[in-house]
């Protein structure tokens, strides 16, 4: 098994957009291949991973999941061997202009999305800043080049390299959500030559930036008993407010709120104080904006959790995240995976000391 | 002229391999208007075999002499410029991240999400906004240049301090026919100009200058004028090539024809008529425009208009210096990522060459 980081690094180089996750469900099936005892892709292209329990059958579940879908673009339209494109995701156009990006034509085209000049643009399109229109791609390449290479439909992902700020620090796209993806990967390395009284199991849910449907679908088969979204969150900057953001380095964030099960939570704080694991808690007043949103009212519901890694520049090309606070994720949700004892779900309760 | 068969250029510079080679490492050194350090040692370096005359100035020009055999050559002063725009650290804020300021005409549309390289270390960083805390504001709001920062996360925030200066960090790369990088605008003009001092003609006396901080204000072009004390000068270029499409829809500017192009890209040398700085020299013009038709050199004129470049500084130097200028069409060019057709950058280089060698006291003995 490679280095986290280099790991990682393999994640946020490739695309994997929404609906389309298979370079990085191939990765993650690669290096998870090894370390589990049963993997299946769902029918919405999620990857299902199984870590069997010791418990006698029928053995309560435990669903980690992290989605691997990343925001992007498409081609909407070929223009005069320019290309028009739109969304995949929620992408912010006040920061396309002037980024390099891949075409994903017959073969991989690099490109750099370019604002048309003012003289160009319909009048009202000043005002219009928050759609893609007045975006287009150029690819370098002749009009009827690109005629014959590229497809209305072609993906068009970012097209960052990861940058390796220092040891701890690493730079890129996509790290919303692959830095959970590494971090699960971390959680399955720290189970090796460990047993759980839980089947533990670890999903790459599909398409959350866009319909949360990876995550709903995959809860819905395998029905656990414990589900926990591990996701990012906003990172903190001096000046930013503490209450919204949480500080990079120091920790994952358990969430708080309607999509979270107090019980739950507090099992995961009382252990990470155990561990002496920091942690911060996030409030997610109402909506928690993660796949826990969708799998705690899945059939008759689920008790979740959300686990989150704090993140500066969320859904731009350079994202950026504190490895120390991926490795710690991933051993809190190992070590929750090992004390769960088997009759947990009967000391769930809703009150303190109920 | 243009039915009457090419005649050969002589000695014509040649692009291969090592040229796009050495346009690549001067695309990617970091030279912001006022620390052209980076970009000068390369010059320095390729200018020393050629010529023992070669001089640092107050400014941090690089002027380069080679001298003509001609009885009574030509004084010709051939200038491109080798700083870029880009960005310096102003403020400490703490955590990695630092405020910046904008050093050219850099628009602050292309800053937010991009990689950057800060320092004498080249230190990566990012341009972020660190305190959005919402996925749902209001998009049609410009983000505001207040609103950005470089982060160089909380490990380096001891590497760099405020005044070292930053650009992006973007990596040359070949697009099919075309070349893209950041600082094309005027690293393309270093590289010709590199190539016509290797390959200088007889009949002129060639006064290479690289300048400094074209970007901010034309300043080093203008003591590098007044130095060199050249019969004529010589501006090469990188300029915008508007040639998009007008955005089609529901609005009067569908299918309208774009009549502000500026220059095109694969059209050849864009040589110029006029810009807000300079009323290019006719005589020079014309020289450029007959020498083209006689060597069969695609080439453009750059529509007249704005802009500007150091020629505006040159021609205006000691009792006034005859100047004209020729660019290599550059779409996007002040931005991450400038693209340039290989094909454009072969012609103005065999046009300038060919012009210079052409070049007598003849072209200048009419009255302007």
Known sequence: MAEPVTFLKQLISVAGLSGYESPVRELVETAWRPLVDELQVSRLGSLHALRRGTAPEPRPRLLYAAHMDAIGMMVSGLLDGFLRISEVGGVDPRLLPGQLVTVHARQDLPGVIVPLPKHLLPAEAGKRLGTLGGLLVDVGLSGSEVQRRVRVGDLVSFAQPPIELSEEYLAGHSLDNRASLAALTQCLQALQGRQTAWDVWLVATTQEEETFGGARTSAFQLRPALAVAIDVTFGSAPGSPAHLTSPLGKGPTLGWGANIHPGLYRAFKELAERLEIPIKTELMPTYSGTDAEVMQIVAEGIPTMVLSIPLRYIHSPVEMVSLKDIARAGRLLAEFAVQLEVDFMDRLTWEEGE | ?368
């Not at chain 2, 774009?258 to 005589?283: E, K, Q, V």
């Not at chain 2, 040159?314 to 210096?321: N, Y």
Request: aromatic share 4%.
């Open chain 2, 1 to 368: 002229m243009a039915t009457q068969p090419a005649l050969e250029i002589p000695r014509p510079p040649r692009i291969a391999e090592a040229q796009i080679r050495l346009l690549e490492r001067l695309c990617n050194a970091c030279a912001v208007s006022g620390n052209e350090g980076e970009v000068r040692k390369i010059v320095l370096e390729q200018v020393k075999p050629y010529t023992s005359d070669v001089r640092v100035d107050a400014l941090g020009n690089v002027l380069a002499v080679r001298r003509g055999q001609a009885s009574q050559p030509v004084r010709v002063m051939v200038a491109a410029h080798m700083d870029e725009v880009g960005l310096m650290l102003v403020d400490d804020e703490g955590d990695g991240i630092f405020r910046f300021d904008i050093i050219g005409g850099l628009n602050a549309a292309q800053l937010v999400g991009k990689p950057v390289l800060v320092g004498r270390g080249r230190v990566p960083g990012v341009i972020g906004r660190p305190i959005r805390i919402s996925d749902d504001e209001d998009r049609d709001e410009k983000i505001p240049l207040d609103a950005l920062r470089i982060d160089v996360s909380p490990d380096n925030a001891k590497r760099v301090k405020p005044g070292d200066y930053a650009t992006f960090s973007t990596t040359f790369a070949r697009l099919g026919p075309s070349l893209r990088a950041k600082a094309m605008d005027d690293r393309i003009g270093v590289a010709s100009l590199i190539e016509l001092l290797r390959n200088a003609p007889p009949n002129i006396d060639l006064l290479a200058a690289f300048t400094v901080q074209e970007e901010v204000g034309l300043r080093g072009a203008r003591v590098a004028g007044y130095a060199l004390n050249p019969d004529l000068a010589l501006i090469l270029d990188c300029t915008p090539a508007r040639d998009l499409p007008a955005w089609e829809g529901d609005s009067q500017a569908a299918g309208q024809e774009n009549r502000l192009y500026n220059t095109r890209l694969g059209a050849g040398p864009a040589i110029y008529i006029s810009d807000a700085s300079t009323i290019h020299d006719p005589r020079l013009i014309r020289h450029l425009v007959e020498t083209a038709e006689q060597f069969h050199i695609p080439y453009q004129i750059r529509q007249p208009g704005g802009g500007g470049n150091d020629a505006g500084a040159v021609h205006r130097q000691r009792t006034g210096i005859p100047s004209v200028s020729m660019s290599v069409p550059g779409r996007y060019i002040h931005t991450p990522a400038t693209i340039i057709r290989l094909e454009d950058w072969k012609n103005t280089l065999k046009l300038a060459h060919a012009a210079l060698s052409q070049l007598t006291p003849a072209v200048l003995a009419v009255e302007r």
